[in-house]
């Protein structure tokens, strides 16, 4: 058995924390190092500035001196009143120490650059206080007579530098700890919805279809929630209509097989049956074969529809759908004494295939002929407008009671179930006719005829080559 990884990378909370991770280190990273160099480079210029002015002051008193030395110097030195410098150096034209504030040598370098005419700047921050240094050269009349050093350590700059620095990383420790903090619990909070979404989901994919989720608030994960509660909804819906679909169909071919079964076993049975009656009967189970076969086409019709969605329509001329039919339900009506009228437009073509064109002409017209009366009539029209093509059929028919017209397109439903069946009806016509228009993007409507009977309206959006 594989063990479990401890942190899994692949997860939405590794990234995620990984993210903001990343995000504040390079924030904090910035925090702390922009405030502290940009500071300690204004310390810096301040010091260059404050010692060049101290120097140039220093520098032009001691150019007064004709010949400066140990004593002279320090006389002037008292009188300028500097004493917060560590160290003054001050060297004759040759580069000689003529006066030196503290013991040792000091920056000789430094004094030589000066003697050759420029000034020197430094300033280092060493622990927790700048040391700082200047030199400069003394000048008379034009010529160098010789050089300033002075250097001086300040700890009060540098202590605040260093206060500063702390402050930073103290603030930078809260930050990154509250962000922390809220990015475990905001995650937490997104990755619960998370997991309630896929415990639903293995619910319903165990066959629960009536489980829903508990859905509050109006963020992007409860609008999640909704539309998974809604695609359940459907999934159950389509369910029961399945489960109805297959009892439904099973009662329907199990009545005419128990007639079937029932005449022959008379006939069987009974040895002295005359001839006319066995006729009849065997008459009979012809009907019901028949009966079966037609209920059996028409469901093939049903389950083709359904699995023809990915099929390309081509222009159909809905004229010739309709001829189509006629040639086929001419006998039906002349046998019936059904009057059949038809008034069709050139150049009405739609987006379909011709076989569910002609299956939704051919049933709406056998309804017109068998649920009608003798010496009724039937009128079908087919009319073109800008954008749409109108079919309509209408009989003067026994009518469709208004509380029905809803249910006639469900599959297997007939109004008056006797006198389909003694039709041959098996209730599925309607469904075929309803699916195949809504297939190609068509309407079907229903009413009343006047004075009698019905009126079917079929709308398709009207297909033109450009
Ligand atoms: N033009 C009509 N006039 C009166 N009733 C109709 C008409 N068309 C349909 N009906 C009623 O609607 C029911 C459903 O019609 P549908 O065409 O789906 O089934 P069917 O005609 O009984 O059987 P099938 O068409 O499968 O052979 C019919 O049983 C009938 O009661
Ligand atoms: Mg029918």
């Known amino acids: 058995m594989q063990s479990k990884r401890l942190i899994n990378t692949g997860s939405i909370r590794f990234r995620f924390?990984?993210?903001?991770?990343?995000?504040?280190?390079?924030?904090?990273?910035?925090?702390?190092?922009?405030?502290?160099?940009?500071?300690?480079?204004?310390?810096?210029?301040?010091?260059?500035?404050?010692?060049?002015?101290?120097?140039?002051?220093?520098?032009?008193?001691?150019?007064?001196?004709?010949?400066?030395?140990?004593?002279?110097?320090?006389?002037?030195?008292?009188?300028?009143?500097?004493?917060?410098y560590d160290r003054i150096l001050i060297a004759d034209s040759e580069g000689r120490v003529i006066y030196n504030s503290g013991s040792g040598e000091g920056l000789m370098a430094d004094l030589q650059t000066a003697l050759a005419g420029k000034t020197v700047f430094r300033s280092v921050l060493k622990g927790e206080s700048f040391n700082s240094s200047y030199s400069i050269p003394l000048s008379s009349q034009g010529t160098i007579t010789g050089a300033v050093y002075i250097s001086e350590t300040d700890a009060e700059r540098g202590q605040i530098l260093h206060d500063l620095q702390f402050q930073i990383r103290t603030v930078s420790l809260i930050i990154a700890l509250a962000a922390l903090a809220m990015a475990v619990v905001y995650s937490s909070l997104v990755l619960r919805k998370l997991r309630q979404l896929s415990a639903s989901m293995r619910i319903v994919a165990g066959g629960d279809y009536s489980h829903r989720m508990a859905t509050a608030g109006t963020d992007e994960l409860a609008e999640l929630g909704n539309e998974f509660n809604t695609l359940t909804a459907r999934l159950a819906d389509t369910e029961r209509q399945r489960?109805?679909?297959?009892?439904?169909?099973?009662?329907?071919?199990?009545?005419?097989?128990?007639?079937?079964?029932?005449?022959?076993?008379?006939?069987?049975?009974?040895?002295?049956?005359?001839?006319?009656?066995?006729?009849?009967f065997v008459t009979d189970i012809g009907n019901e074969a028949e009966r079966l076969q037609r209920t059996t086409e028409k469901l093939?019709?049903?389950?083709?529809?359904?699995?023809?969605?990915?099929?390309?329509?081509?222009?159909?001329?809905?004229?010739?759908?309709?001829?189509?039919?006629?040639?086929?339900?001419?006998?039906?009506?002349?046998?019936?004494?059904?009057?059949?009228?038809?008034?069709?437009?050139d150049g009405c073509v739609v987006l379909a295939t011709a076989d569910d064109m002609f299956h939704i002409i051919f049933n709406l017209m056998e309804n017109a002929i068998k649920y009608n009366v003798p010496d009724g009539s039937v009128n079908i029209s087919l009319h073109a407008a800008d954008e749409t093509v109108e079919f309509a059929v209408e009989d003067t028919g026994i009518g469709i009671p208004e509380e029905e017209r809803y249910n006639i397109f469900s599959r297997f439903y007939r109004v008056d179930k006797a006198r389909s069946r003694e039709h041959g009806g098996s209730g599925l016509g309607l469904s075929i006719v309803h699916d195949a228009v809504k297939a190609h993007g068509g309407t079907i409507a229903v009413g009343p005829n006047k004075p009698q009977g019905s009126r079917f309206i079929v709308t398709f959006p009207r297909y033109s080559m450009e």
């Not at 109805?244 to 049956?273: C, G, W, Y």
């Open 17 to 84: 924390f990984a993210f903001i991770g990343m995000l504040l280190a390079v924030l904090l990273l910035l925090l702390n190092i922009y405030p502290y160099v940009t500071t300690k480079e204004a310390v810096y210029q301040e010091k260059e500035k404050s010692m060049e002015t101290q120097a140039a002051t220093l520098s032009s008193a001691l150019s007064g001196l004709d010949r400066p030395d140990q004593e002279s110097v320090a006389e002037v030195l008292r009188l300028l009143d500097v004493r917060d």
């Open 243 to 280: 489960r109805r679909f297959v009892s439904d169909a099973s009662h329907e071919l199990k009545t005419p097989l128990a007639s079937i079964r029932l005449l022959s076993d008379s006939i069987v049975q009974n040895e002295n049956m005359d001839t006319d009656t066995i006729r009849e």
């Open 300 to 345: 093939l019709d049903l389950s083709r529809l359904d699995d023809d969605i990915h099929i390309v329509p081509e222009p159909v001329d809905v004229k010739q759908s309709a001829l189509d039919a006629l040639v086929f339900l001419r006998p039906l009506a002349q046998e019936r004494n059904v009057h059949l009228r038809a008034a069709l437009d």
